[in-house]
């Protein structure tokens, strides 16, 4: 979210930013002329709910003064001259209540400026490959790679049917040695992240309010692509003393978290840290819940792109003068886990037009699948400054100087759970059918060399 001041002061940076995401130019002039006007009814209507409580304060005033003269009658009509003025300032009031209100509804629906090294571009066409990792798997001439969902089928480890029965399409069920292989990547990116990384593990709640929602901008410009929640029942009054003891309040509606970066990012939501704790590295693997509203037809078979999937997510609270630095370390963060995975990958910068709605500068990791034939993303790890911080009022106390200012966030991947089960079988995969387990999962795999079709 941006500081209508510095819109004011920046407006021309403003729409450059806007531009560069691909508005069109009177697209954003159109926007902060708009931001402006929104503005200027917000001051007029404080200037206006100002200037009747100085005339309330006034007659209030007059009132004392006729009542300590003994001026009973003066006393009586100003009284009545009060009263009549109600209505005025619950109009006034309101007013000025949606004044503010719809100022800061278009504020939260304005995306990020982005960074001036971010390329211009309007597509992932434009993104900028940074490096590389490794080499593409070698297989036999004889061996066309296969696809994970029918690697996982012919394994019997990977049941969509039966995902479909229970939950319809985008789910599925992994069962046996597939399904440990996923918890054992799960619990190597933990241990790698917090044992060697330096984060902190936290297990966050998966339901959260509308608040940390915004604070993290999935709402209100993404409320299509989440799920939503009522909490089922209505606590009745009459068998507790304390009916909102247990936190909810009659059809108390919460959201399923799309990542843990809403939980982890508003751990530190309307607080003032010390600026000695800076950087807060916290880790988290959950499951994520997303609805996929925007991505109609896109991969429609297996389990790249799901409603329900598990991650381990990277956040960071950050100074701001150290933001940029600790944007490259996350990124070397996530990269590390492909490499000792073994799998090839490259990491792209993105273009203004591919970023994501909150971010300043993006990086998106992206591994090798051969049973696709292409590159796809795996890890996007984005630096977004104040942006979020400002939507939670998340800031930090300067250990020399006075007042406070905000911190900076980032997140990032590190990693899907279901992507890189995928490029480890498709990696991974031999011509008989068996997926060989890489080296560095057989701790947590029982000593596990080879994952073989069920007999």
């Known amino acids: 979210m941006h500081d209508i001041r510095w819109i004011r002061e920046n407006a021309e940076a403003l729409k450059e930013g806007l531009r560069k995401r691909g508005a069109i130019g009177l697209e954003a002039e159109e926007t902060v002329a708009k931001i402006f006007a929104l503005d200027d009814d917000r001051k007029e209507q404080i200037a206006a709910a100002q200037k009747f409580q100085e005339q309330r304060n006034r007659l209030s005033k007059e009132i004392g003064i006729a009542m300590k003269a003994k001026d009973a009658e003066r006393a009586e009509a100003l009284k009545a001259e009060v009263a009549a003025l109600k209505d005025q300032a619950t109009g006034l009031e309101a007013a000025e209540k949606r004044a503010v209100e719809a100022l800061e509804k278009a504020l939260l629906e304005l995306p990020n400026v982005p960074l001036d090294d971010v390329p211009e571009g309007k597509n992932d066409n434009d993104n900028l490959e940074i490096r590389r990792f490794g080499e593409k798997p070698h297989f036999p001439n004889s061996f066309k790679p296969k696809e994970h969902y029918d690697i996982g089928e012919a394994l019997g480890m990977m049941d969509f049917e039966a995902a479909a029965r229970l939950s319809g399409a985008r789910f599925v069920v992994v069962k046996g040695k597939l399904a440990r292989l996923e918890r054992a990547?799960?619990?190597?990116?933990?241990?790698?992240?917090?044992?060697?990384?330096?984060?902190?593990?936290?297990?966050?709640?998966?339901?959260?309010?509308?608040?940390?929602?915004?604070?993290?901008?999935?709402?209100?410009?993404?409320?299509?692509?989440?799920?939503?929640?009522?909490?089922?029942?209505?606590?009745?009054?009459?068998?507790?003393?304390?009916?909102?003891?247990?936190?909810?309040?009659?059809?108390?509606?919460?959201?399923?978290?799309?990542?843990?970066?809403?939980?982890?990012?508003?751990?530190?939501?309307?607080?003032?840290?010390?600026?000695?704790?800076?950087?807060?590295?916290?880790?988290?693997?959950?499951?994520?819940?997303?609805?996929?509203?925007?991505?109609?037809?896109?991969?429609?078979?297996?389990?790249?792109?799901?409603?329900?999937?598990?991650?381990?997510?990277?956040?960071?609270?950050?100074?701001?003068?150290?933001?940029?630095?600790?944007?490259?370390?996350?990124?070397?963060?996530?990269?590390?886990?492909?490499?000792?995975?073994?799998?090839?990958?490259?990491?792209?910068?993105?273009?203004?037009?591919?970023?994501?709605?909150?971010?300043?500068?993006?990086?998106?990791?992206?591994?090798?699948?051969?049973?696709?034939?292409?590159?796809?993303?795996?890890?996007?790890?984005?630096?977004?400054?104040?942006?979020?911080?400002?939507?939670?009022?998340?800031?930090?106390?300067?250990?020399?100087?006075?007042?406070?200012?905000?911190?900076h966030t980032l997140n990032g991947s590190g990693l899907p759970i279901g992507r890189t089960l995928i490029a480890v079988m498709e990696n991974y995969q031999t011509p008989d059918g068996s997926v060989t387990v890489p080296e560095v999962l057989r701790p947590y795999m029982g000593g596990l060399e080879r994952i073989e079709a069920v007999k």
Not at 198 to 214: Q, S
Request: with cysteine.
């Open 185 to 407: 990547l799960m619990q190597f990116m933990l241990d790698l992240h917090t044992d060697e990384h330096g984060y902190t593990e936290i297990d966050p709640p998966l339901l959260v309010r509308d608040e940390a929602m915004i604070g993290t901008a999935q709402l209100p410009k993404f409320r299509e692509d989440q799920f939503s929640v009522t909490a089922g029942r209505h606590i009745d009054n009459r068998q507790s003393d304390n009916p909102t003891a247990d936190g909810l309040s009659p059809n108390a509606e919460f959201w399923l978290i799309p990542t843990a970066e809403v939980s982890l990012t508003n751990l530190v939501r309307e607080q003032i840290l010390d600026e000695a704790s800076l950087p807060l590295r916290f880790t988290a693997g959950t499951p994520c819940f997303r609805a996929e509203a925007g991505a109609a037809g896109r991969d429609t078979r297996g389990m790249f792109r799901q409603h329900q999937f598990a991650k381990v997510e990277l956040v960071s609270i950050a100074h701001p003068d150290k933001s940029l630095e600790e944007h490259e370390r996350m990124t070397a963060c996530a990269e590390e886990v492909l490499k000792r995975l073994g799998l090839h990958y490259r990491t792209m910068l993105l273009c203004t037009g591919d970023m994501g709605f909150a971010s300043q500068k993006t990086y998106d990791v992206e591994v090798w699948l051969p049973g696709q034939g292409r590159y796809r993303e795996i890890s996007s790890c984005s630096v977004c400054g104040e942006f979020q911080a400002r939507r939670m009022n998340a800031r930090f106390r300067p250990a020399e100087g006075k007042g406070t200012r905000f911190v």
